[in-house]
């Protein structure tokens, strides 16, 4: 990490805006080759969805540059200095993730929650959960056993509540010794992913736990609001439009809560819960 400086506006020469979600996004760069290792970097990271505009202000900048041996990386952030590092992978990495957290934070038109989400049947499986939890694990699962692959990183939710697909590969964490993590497709675990909005029929607030049993607590709509707000990204930025979509999203949905055993066997056994549950309240 580096000392936080303010950078001077002609450090950079070459700039470009676009546009993610309704958020206006400025790269600015100290060279041509930096600039369009960033806009590669922000195109993977929000899996395409931007399109570069002309002549207008953006509402956040990042900025990148070299130092003078060429061999150190700095970051800047609305015109501050955040970060460094001579990892070139490492670096890029660090801002793919800020990014699309800056442009969770920012839209004005979507609500972004930290959570696994698949489709099943025509709803969507919402899991929000920190990292760290066995969100993807469980996520990767469900697709094996015919669930679509929506998202392993959030859930996008429109005005009305229905969850739109945010498929960036699956990043599966795994122990070599130390910690490492893969990407994955979901088409290699024999999954497919889920193209159309969908509304929630299921919020599973649920987190591994050796030898746990599963025994679910159903919740309120206003309790798992509650569970859930911590997971939602523009809770602060954009308040009262979160807790419109949160409300709208959920008043349908059912919503559990247990901590579970493991991802392989809790995958079939939730399937299978959720097939009943929706029978019988068609029934009732």
């Known amino acids: 990490m580096s000392q ?76 501050e200095r955040i970060t460094s590092d001579t990892s070139v992978k490492r670096f890029f990495r660090f801002f793919d993730s800020l990014l699309r957290i800056k442009v969770a934070e920012l839209t004005r038109d979507r609500v972004f929650i930290h959570a696994g989400v698949v489709g099943w049947k025509g709803r969507a499986i919402v899991i929000p959960a920190n990292s760290f939890r066995g969100k993807t694990s469980l996520v990767a699962e469900l697709v094996r056993n015919g669930a679509e692959y929506y998202s392993d990183e959030y859930a996008v939710l429109d005005e009305n509540g229905l969850v739109h697909s945010f498929p960036r590969l699956l990043a599966i964490r795994y122990f070599d010794g130390e910690l490492r993590e893969k990407l994955v497709n979901p088409s290699s675990l024999g999954g497919r992913v889920g193209r159309v909005e969908i509304p929630i ?68 056994e939730i399937l299978s819960y959720f097939d009943n549950y929706t029978s019988l309240a068609r029934i009732t």
């Open 4 to 79: 936080n400086s303010v950078i001077s506006d002609h450090a950079f020469d070459f700039k470009l805006v676009f546009e993610s979600y309704g958020v206006r996004v400025k790269l600015e760069a100290s060279s041509k080759e930096l600039l369009e290792k960033a806009s590669n970097a922000a195109e993977s990271a929000l899996l395409g969805r931007l399109e570069v505009i002309e002549n207008v202000n953006a509402e956040h900048s990042f900025g990148f540059s070299l130092d003078d041996d060429g061999e150190t990386l700095f970051l800047h952030e609305n015109g």
């Open 201 to 268: 029929g299921l919020v599973l607030l649920t987190e591994y736990e050796a030898d746990a049993v599963w025994n679910p607590q159903t919740l309120t709509a206003g309790q798992g609001i509650i569970e859930m707000i911590p997971h939602t990204i523009p809770r602060r930025s954009n308040t009262e439009f979160s807790l419109k979509v949160l409300n709208t999203s959920v008043s349908d949905a059912i919503i559990l809560k247990s901590p579970r055993g493991e991802a392989s066997d809790f995958a079939v």
